[in-house]
């Protein structure tokens, strides 16, 4: 508005540029608050008459359109401005409740429990989601650690409703149920007992002991990896594949229970655990990223977050894009039966 006034003066009563006071007002809507509009409003105002005085324009409707302009601009800048504050606010609250559900279903977990080093990694394939439907968690059980990633059918709040019923839980029952099997079951009660939509949940559950045992239960999820010490990698894939949480009424005979993958991880030896969105992403001729021969490089990192990391990008080199898919990562580092504490 200073530059308005200086031109008004300056180019005296012929130019007519009293109507663009209205202009500091109206910009202000844009960031600034309702009284910041408001007072601008006023200081348009005031100027105005100043400049009507100076070029002996009091009394002329030149000055009468000037000022109804610049309350109707003043006006309409007010109501935008409320309208963007509430919006910031909704905004504020809805990222609020994304920290809230992220931290929930995709908590960073400590860098280390009992024998294990942990680092894990999401990336949403939806810009301006920060969750969906994948998951992961790892708690003590016992000496030990249960772990578990998974995966829910579909998108959007229905899954990540399902997600958080899978998580529930996983927490509830890993630290104190007799085995793998017996957090399935309680995993696969509570999707039963939770009404609404029909959802189906693939998922692995691990249980790694300090001595290196490592026990595996696959509903219908990518094998895991395994990385020996020497750099080789293998999948490790269940005897019998089993269905997905979710479609207990389609396993024949009903009740069977589903079959416990073991092996035994030498110190230094490492886990990953990942979603389809790892094993399914595809380049531009719709080759899937080949896991078996190229995640052995950057996994060959010692740091755990480290490789994550490499491991993503070699992922974005093969497929020359974005993510399609939402992806969850998890890396568990074998430490030894002589790492000590269940906290890190």
Do not use: W
Request: glycine fraction near 10%; charge should be neutral.
């Amino acid at each position: 508005m200073a530059l308005v006034t200086t031109l008004d003066l300056a180019a005296g009563s012929d130019m007519g540029l009293l109507p663009v006071y209205a202009a500091g007002p109206a910009l202000a809507a844009a960031r600034s608050p309702v009284r910041t509009v408001i007072a601008l409003g006023g200081l348009a105002i005031a100027l105005c008459l100043v400049s009507a005085t100076v070029d002996g324009l009091l009394g002329h409707v030149r000055l009468y359109v000037a000022l109804v302009a610049i309350a109707l601009v003043t006006a309409g800048a007010c109501y935008a401005a409320m309208r963007r504050q509430r919006a910031e606010r909704k905004l504020v609250d809805a990222r609020a409740v994304a920290d809230a559900l992220e931290g929930f279903l995709l908590p960073v977990p400590p860098p280390c429990i009992g024998p294990l080093r942990i680092a894990a990694s999401y990336v949403s394939a939806e810009r301006g989601m920060r969750v969906g439907g994948d998951l992961y968690e790892a708690v003590p059980a016992g000496e030990g650690v249960r772990v578990i990633i998974a995966d829910v059918q579909g998108k959007g709040l229905a899954a990540v409703r399902s997600a958080g019923t899978v998580l529930a839980a996983f927490r509830e029952s890993a630290p104190y149920a007799r085995d793998l099997a017996q957090v399935g079951e309680r995993i696969e009660d509570a999707l039963q007992r939770a009404a609404g939509e029909e959802r189906f949940v693939t998922a692995v559950l691990a249980e790694i002991r300090p001595d290196g045992t490592v026990h595996l239960l696959n509903r219908g999820h990518p094998a895991p990896l395994l990385m020996r010490r020497h750099g080789d990698v293998e999948l490790l894939e269940p005897a019998r594949h089993a269905l997905p949480f979710g479609m207990t009424a389609l396993l024949e005979p009903p009740g069977e229970r589903v079959a416990v993958t073991r092996c035994r991880l030498a110190p230094g030896e490492r886990l990953l655990l990942y979603t389809d969105g790892l094993s399914e992403a595809r380049d531009r001729a719709g080759r899937f990223y080949p896991l078996l021969e190229r995640a052995a490089g950057p996994l060959a990192e010692a740091d755990p977050a480290r490789a994550l990391q490499l491991l993503r990008g070699d992922v974005a080199r093969h497929t020359g894009a974005g993510p399609a898919d939402d992806s969850a990562l998890l890396v568990l580092d074998f430490l030894g039966s002589s790492a000590h504490g269940l906290g890190g």
